[in-house]
């Protein structure tokens, strides 16, 4: 089955340090993945995306990624996080074995920074 | 690039009542897609469109649900008989090309069912 699993719900980071969020997938086909960011009330941001090539990708706001096929997995990081970062993180996977290109969202990790 | 706009923001509605959501996707957009999300949940698939074919629609959309994209510009999505369960985040997201481009999502109307 296809799925996506965010284990961590919260996480508390201070201001400055450095950041983790995890994120496997199981997809039995070439997974294109994402990873979004949603303010309250706001629609999804997209951070940063891996489709093929080098599996360390750069995004925006200062974040990147590591794509790891052997443990399947798609890690958000950031070197120094800042108060304004503070929101629901979504990692998701497009569905390439649709012709629609579906995302199938985990069920976020929600940072919370500390001053 | 004017972005993805969803209308109305918010919606409060009695239970039996009927509601209409609607999307207007980036301009040239030619794939358009509609979510749910719940309280403390990733967004969940409903339904896509390439150009005005609904092509895909997930078992989530009961009949109740209907969605339509005339002209495969703007899409409306329409629930009857709205229930209590269908409180939710309802966000809309477009892209363009024929591979897995990424999707750009408006800011969703939120329904409340009271």
């Known amino acids: 089955a296809q799925s996506v699993t965010q284990p961590d719900i919260h996480i508390t980071v201070s201001e400055g340090a450095s950041l983790e969020l995890r994120c496997n997938y199981s997809?039995?086909?070439?997974?294109?993945l994402f990873w979004y960011v949603q303010s309250p009330g706001q629609g999804l941001q997209l951070l940063l995306k891996?489709?093929?090539?080098?599996?360390l990708v750069q995004g925006i706001k200062g974040f990147e990624a590591e794509f790891k096929r052997s443990q399947s997995s798609f890690n958000l990081r950031k070197p120094s996080v800042h108060w304004s970062d503070a929101a629901e993180y979504f990692c998701a996977v497009g569905a390439s074995m649709d012709s629609s290109y579906k995302l199938i969202f985990g069920s976020g990790t929600r940072l919370l920074v500390r001053p | 690039d004017t972005g993805v706009s969803q209308n109305p923001r918010h919606k409060i509605t009695k239970r039996g009542q009927n509601v209409t959501f609607r999307c207007d996707p980036i301009?040239?957009?030619?794939?358009l897609y509609w979510y749910r999300q719940t309280l403390g949940q990733g967004p969940e698939f409903l339904t896509y469109?390439?150009?005005?074919?609904?092509?895909?629609k997930s078992r989530l959309l009961s009949d109740r649900f209907s969605a339509e994209r005339p002209k495969g510009s703007f899409s409306t999505l329409e629930i009857q008989r709205t229930e209590q369960g269908d409180s939710a985040m309802y966000l809309c997201?477009?892209?363009?090309?024929?591979?897995?481009?990424?999707?750009?999502f408006g800011p969703g109307t939120r329904l409340t069912v009271t």
């Open positions: 301009s040239e957009h030619n794939r």
């Open positions: 891996y489709f093929s090539g080098d599996t």
């Open positions: 997809y039995g086909a070439t997974p294109y």
């Open positions: 469109f390439q150009n005005e074919a609904q092509l895909e």
């Open positions: 997201a477009s892209s363009s090309g024929t591979g897995p481009y990424e999707q750009y």
